[in-house]
């Protein structure tokens, strides 16, 4: 069990445009579920806190007006990166732990986003 | 931001040998867990080790902790070709989820 799974896998979008990233929890219910970033052979940064019903925490530095982030079930967190740059391509990972406070994250496959 | 360092940050090593990756911490920890990422992949969750744990085995997995040295060691012993990927510690902080990622090692296992 703890299957995370990510839709898109990879997407190429043009600047300006919105780009909307599904995770879903697939066998189990998710009360918190974080959003990270990935660069190319670095590590992950996180990006954002979702609990289910309430606004994401958001990390200094990222712009909550840019990467929105709703999670409307205990299955399912959405982030959508608003008028992409291509500056905003990366690598995006979300992770969802089973109980509120489970030191362990469950992470999606990841999506690949290239704004050109 | 990120506390934890790894070393090295790329290692190769002929396949049957042992491979260990290092990880350094700044911050009081509650937990501390290891993560493999293959190329462009997840992250597949490894190993947790407490705070009031010194060693702990998985398998072909031995990861220690040293809480007054900030360190934390990952050992794969008789590696295979299929280990290699990236390895990352993480760390948590009492009553906080928030995981805190080193900068990861690269894992080369050469058959």
């Known amino acids: 069990g703890a299957v995370v799974s990510q839709h898109p896998s990879r997407v190429i979008c043009k600047s300006g445009t919105s780009v909307k990233i599904e995770c879903r929890s697939l066998d189990f219910q998710a009360t918190t579920m974080f959003w990270y970033r990935q660069f190319p052979k670095k590590s992950l940064m996180l990006m954002a806190t979702?609990?289910?019903?309430?606004?994401?925490?958001?990390e200094q530095g990222v712009e909550k007006d840019k990467f929105l982030i709703n999670h409307a079930s205990l299955t399912l967190s959405t982030l959508t990166v608003t008028s992409a740059h291509p500056e905003d391509s990366s690598f995006y990972i979300c992770?969802?732990?089973?109980?509120?406070?489970?030191?362990?994250?469950?992470f999606g496959p990841g999506t690949r986003l290239l704004v050109l | 931001s990120q506390q934890g360092e790894e070393d090295p940050q790329a290692l190769s090593i002929q396949e049957g040998e042992n491979a260990t990756m290092n990880c350094s911490y700044k911050t009081s920890i509650n937990n501390l867990q290891w993560y493999r990422q293959n190329s462009g992949r997840g992250l597949v969750h490894l190993i947790l080790i407490r705070s009031n744990e010194r060693e702990k085995h998985s398998g072909r997995l031995r990861v220690t902790l040293d809480t007054s040295k900030k360190s934390s060691s990952l050992l794969i012993t008789a590696s295979r070709a299929a280990d290699t990927a990236s390895y990352f510690c993480?760390?948590?902080?009492?009553?906080?989820?928030?995981?805190?990622f080193g900068t990861g090692t690269r894992l080369t296992i050469i058959p």
């Open positions: 993480a760390t948590d902080a009492e009553g906080n989820e928030k995981l805190t």
């Open positions: 979702s609990n289910e019903g309430s606004k994401a925490t958001y």
């Open positions: 992770s969802a732990t089973r109980t509120s406070g489970s030191q362990t994250q469950y």
